[in-house]
């Protein structure tokens, strides 16, 4: 018999299974040729949703892709040719809402990760990412874990997805890669 951090274990890895075995291969293979194809990227969120983002715009600039995160001091303004990516859970997020009407008007694509794809974000998206909440048997809108701690855990993974798949079909070398870590710390 399993002990609680087991079992607590095994349920976080089958839903996160289960929540990105239904994220289709055209929807990592066109958000993949999009951000090649962006000028700049941007990423937009608020709480756990734009601490994954960040996650994802580290790997991005160790890519050698030119990224900011919305809303920093130093951040530029964005205009045709780039794209933001808003992750939110909800879909509903004050900010990151605004941060993809102010991109819009500024002729940048947005492309939106979201659990809810009939969310206000999700409606404006040019690309979306659904990152639907399943259970550990592929129940549909149940998870075992607290509210949106799934949705986050797998927008961080399907990132990382996306960079890994992103250096093999662009042949990124990890030496590059590498040699872009921070080396103030």
Request: aromatic share 6%; proline share 3%; net charge negative.
């Given at each position: 018999?399993?002990?609680p951090?087991?079992s607590?274990?095994?349920?976080v890895?089958?839903e996160l299974d289960a929540?990105?075995?239904?994220v289709?291969?055209d ?6 040729a999009a951000?090649r194809?962006?000028?700049r990227i941007y990423?937009a ?14 790997r ?15 951040t530029?303004a964005?205009g ?5 990516l808003?992750?939110?859970?909800s ?12 991109a ?24 979306l ?21 799934l949705f986050e855990?797998g ?8 960079v890994l798949?992103y250096?093999?079909l662009y042949?990124?070398?990890?030496q590059?890669?590498?040699a872009q ?5």
């Amino acid at each position: 018999m399993d002990g609680p951090y087991t079992s607590a274990r095994r349920v976080v890895v089958r839903e996160l299974d289960a929540l990105l075995s239904h994220v289709e291969e055209d929807v990592y293979t066109d958000l993949v040729a999009a951000i090649r194809d962006a000028d700049r990227i941007y990423v937009a969120g608020a709480g756990r949703s734009k601490l994954s983002a960040e996650c994802f715009a580290m790997r991005l600039m160790h890519l050698g892709l030119t990224v900011h995160v919305a809303g920093d001091s130093t951040t530029p303004a964005a205009g045709p040719g780039d794209l933001l990516l808003a992750c939110s859970g909800s879909g509903e997020t004050p900010t990151t809402l605004v941060m993809a009407e102010n991109a819009a008007r500024a002729g940048a694509r947005t492309a939106v990760v979201t659990a809810r794809a009939d969310s206000t974000l999700a409606r404006r998206a040019d690309q979306l990412v659904h990152l639907a909440e399943y259970s550990q048997d592929h129940e549909p809108g149940r998870s075992a874990q607290f509210v949106g701690t799934l949705f986050e855990q797998g927008a961080l993974l399907f990132f990382d997805s996306l960079v890994l798949a992103y250096e093999q079909l662009y042949g990124a070398d990890p030496q590059d890669m590498l040699a872009q870590h921070t080396n103030l710390e």
